[in-house]
């Protein structure tokens, strides 16, 4: 529901002037964004009222998911990330490596299970070869013919170019050549070098993630856009985040959707040494969903909820804060339950339109580039 004139008259005029410039379908500035995602009070019905029309004018009321499966072939990873509960270290006792020929028989059980989509990642392992990654694509793509492969980070691909000693063009043509459909846009946590340096300081640096992204791009793969937060960044690293992805988009036009995934705490080496928050409130995630539609509705149509990290039922009420994506059923989800969540690691297709439905909105299964495959009336 649109604010009345009268609710926006009696707010901050800075905030409201960031509403109606939205809402006119004028760009904010990064500095006005900031301003949306301190909002509280009254001004957290107005941002998602403001996110919601937004959002139906973009997309209309059909909310989408991918039938697809997380397959995470190890979690060995010389990284060390704060943030990350997932990982095992060389040498670790419960370090696990898949081979190509398990992601492939994994892929073929997807597909025969009506997925259309395998989202493919895992550590930075001194024990991958330099062909592991070229070799683990042609397996999916023997076992499960038609699947859409949607795979590493540009921290993986940074890896392989590292491991082949090759750039970052050459590395990205030979994983396309070899069965790479698209990418995740994981790997950027917070793109801010200060923040970064607190969280993951052995992580590739926000300009090697961004150039690596524009090459994709550049050369025909799509990705995915995402930003975690609620760890130690503030509004300003959050806006800053949103504002590079946004002229990223302008420029290239790669990005499939934004992901938010919030900071799951519990069991993270980050959260344990005192120096990252307990995560995100109720209301700053209601925030930071809403706030992100009105910043990048002109250029990024597809705002995706996180369901693993904040539960189903609260993933349905953000169908009202400018979100029209409810991801994938994924089959396994082993990232965010090593950090501690506890919602899950997969979503039956009812399940989800169930969810949707409830809504009041209309559902729709998806490919991984937004398709429609059917909807559910």
Request: proline letters at 6%; aromatic letters at 6%; hydrophobic letters at 35%.
């Amino acid at each position: 529901m649109l604010p009345s004139e009268g609710l926006l008259r009696s707010l901050d005029p800075e905030f409201s002037g960031a509403i109606d410039a939205a809402l006119d379908g004028r760009d904010i500035s990064e500095a006005e964004l900031v301003r949306l995602l301190r909002a509280r009070g009254p001004e957290v019905h107005v941002l998602v009222g403001a996110a919601d029309e937004l959002r139906r004018r973009a997309v209309g009321d059909v909310v989408t998911f991918v039938v697809n499966r997380n397959i995470n072939f190890t979690n060995e990873c010389t990284l060390s990330c704060g943030f990350c509960a997932f990982s095992r270290r060389p040498g670790d006792p419960e370090v696990y490596l898949m081979s190509p020929e398990e992601v492939g028989r994994r892929a073929e059980e997807a597909q025969r299970a009506g997925a259309t989509e395998v989202c493919v990642q895992g550590g930075i392992s001194p024990s991958l070869g330099p062909d592991y990654y070229t070799s683990l694509l042609r397996e999916v793509k023997r076992r499960a013919p038609g699947i859409h492969v949607h795979a590493f980070s540009p921290q993986e691909v940074h890896y392989y170019a590292s491991m082949r000693g090759i750039g970052i063009r050459e590395a990205l043509a030979e994983l396309r050549d070899a069965g790479l459909d698209s990418m995740p846009g994981t790997a950027a946590e917070i793109l801010d070098d200060d923040v970064r340096r607190i969280i993951a300081p052995r992580k590739i640096s926000t300009h090697r993630w961004v150039e690596i992204v524009e090459e994709a791009h550049r050369m025909g793969i799509p990705t995915t856009s995402t930003m975690m937060y609620g760890h130690v960044e503030g509004p300003e690293h959050r806006a800053r985040h949103l504002a590079l992805l946004r002229d990223l988009q302008s420029r290239t036009h790669g990005f499939t959707e934004f992901v938010l995934l919030p900071f799951v705490h519990q069991n993270t080496p980050i959260y344990r040494s005192g120096t990252a928050r307990p995560g995100s409130t109720g209301v700053e995630d209601v925030v930071v969903h809403a706030a992100s539609r009105v910043f990048l509705n002109n250029y990024i149509r597809n705002i995706q909820v996180s369901w693993p990290k904040l539960g189903p039922k609260f993933s349905q009420l953000l169908l009202e804060a400018g979100v029209n994506d409810m991801g994938g059923t994924l089959m396994e989800e082993s990232i965010s339950r090593s950090a501690g969540a506890s919602y899950g690691e997969s979503m039956s297709p009812g399940e989800i339109v169930r969810l949707i439905r409830d809504a009041g909105r209309r559902p729709a299964q998806r490919d991984t580039t937004y398709g429609i495959i059917r909807y559910y009336d």
